[in-house]
Structures are given as structure tokens and as C-alpha cells.
């Protein structure tokens, strides 16, 4: 099962810029998936994170992965309206930079559900090199209702 662009709007509430997933190549509900970032020159962090010698920031690889760990953990849910809240972000490693023109391929899998707290393992990769990886926990919940 694959999910394009618009797929991951209709699930997650990201948009651009902070928007950091480009589609979802592989799902298996509730169990793992694997998503896309095309990393390039145009992104605006690359004025600011140096820019002679451009580096894709860690914290938004961490970022997309949870990003994709969102998509996993929402893609089936039915029922009411859910979100997803980000409790801890562990043992983060960065392994290799990475540089506009990469694809990172965001691979997570779920680890444990108890009730509406899910464990996920995270592994961003770029062709067979592993990049970045992180353990996320969050918490599934039903969607607040603005009241204006």
C-alpha cells in the first residue's frame, strides 16, 4: 500500500513548511512503514544551515521520521477524528550527513501499543547507508474541537 502527498495531508495535520514527508512508498497498518524525503537545494533551511557547505539538519530527519510514525499510527483510524502527540524522543544516533539532492528513506516500525500510547524505532537512510536513527513514544487522541 503506497500513499501519495495528498493521501498524508488527509491523515497528518503538517503542511508546508513543516511538511517534511513527500509520500509514503511502503505500509503495513499498524506494523511499519517507509517514507520519502526528497531532499533539495530549493528548501529554505539550506540559507541558513551552512550555507557554503549545505547540511540537512538532524533535527527535521528526526522530525520526518516521526512525521512518518504519525502516518503508521493514523492511517486506519476510523473513528473519530485522532491526533498524535510526541511524549519522548530517544537514543537519537546521526550517522552520516545528509545533502541536498539525497532521498531519505524513513523507515519505522511500531514497537509496542498500550492502549493509546504507541512505541515506535525510527531509521533514516540514504540508498543502503543508515543516516540517522531515534525510538519515539506517543500518544494517540481524539481530536480537540476549536470552539471560537
Same mark, same amino acid.
Given at each position: 500500500?503506497?500513499?501519495?502527498?495528498?493521501?498524508?495531508? @488527509? *491523515? *497528518?495535520? /503538517?503542511?508546508?513548511?513543516?511538511?517534511?514527508?513527500?509520500?509514503?512508498?511502503? &505500509?503495513?497498518?499498524?506494523?511499519?512503514?517507509?517514507g *520519502?524525503?526528497?531532499?533539495?537545494?530549493?528548501?529554505?533551511?539550506?540559507?541558513? /544551515?551552512?550555507?557554503?557547505?549545505? &547540511?540537512?539538519?538532524?533535527?527535521?530527519?528526526?522530525?520526518?521520521?516521526?512525521?512518518?510514525s504519525? %502516518?503508521?499510527?493514523? !492511517?486506519?483510524?476510523?473513528?473519530?477524528?485522532?491526533? &498524535?502527540?510526541?511524549?519522548? *524522543?530517544? !537514543? %537519537?544516533?546521526? @550517522?552520516?550527513?545528509?545533502?541536498?539532492?539525497? %532521498?531519505?528513506?524513513?523507515?519505522?516500525?511500531?514497537?509496542?501499543? @498500550?492502549?493509546?500510547?504507541? @512505541?515506535?524505532?525510527?531509521?533514516?537512510c540514504?540508498?543502503?547507508?543508515?543516516?540517522?536513527?531515534?525510538?519515539?513514544?506517543?500518544? %494517540?487522541?481524539?481530536?480537540?474541537?476549536?470552539?471560537?
Amino acid at each position: 500500500m503506497d500513499l501519495t502527498y495528498s493521501d498524508i495531508l @488527509r *491523515i *497528518i495535520p /503538517h503542511r508546508y513548511p513543516f511538511l517534511l514527508i513527500d509520500k509514503v512508498i511502503d &505500509i503495513t497498518p499498524g506494523e511499519l512503514a517507509t517514507g *520519502i524525503k526528497n531532499v533539495t537545494l530549493n528548501e529554505e533551511v539550506f540559507n541558513g /544551515h551552512f550555507p557554503q557547505d549545505p &547540511i540537512f539538519p538532524g533535527v527535521l530527519i528526526v522530525e520526518a521520521m516521526a512525521q512518518t510514525s504519525a %502516518v503508521l499510527a493514523l !492511517c486506519e483510524q476510523s473513528d473519530a477524528p485522532k491526533s &498524535i502527540y510526541f511524549m519522548t *524522543i530517544d !537514543c %537519537v544516533k546521526f @550517522r552520516k550527513p545528509v545533502r541536498p539532492g539525497d %532521498v531519505l528513506q524513513l523507515k519505522v516500525q511500531k514497537t509496542q501499543a @498500550r492502549g493509546t500510547v504507541w @512505541r515506535f524505532a525510527g531509521e533514516a537512510c540514504v540508498g543502503d547507508t543508515v543516516v540517522a536513527e531515534a525510538q519515539f513514544m506517543a500518544m %494517540v487522541a481524539d481530536k480537540a474541537v476549536e470552539k471560537y
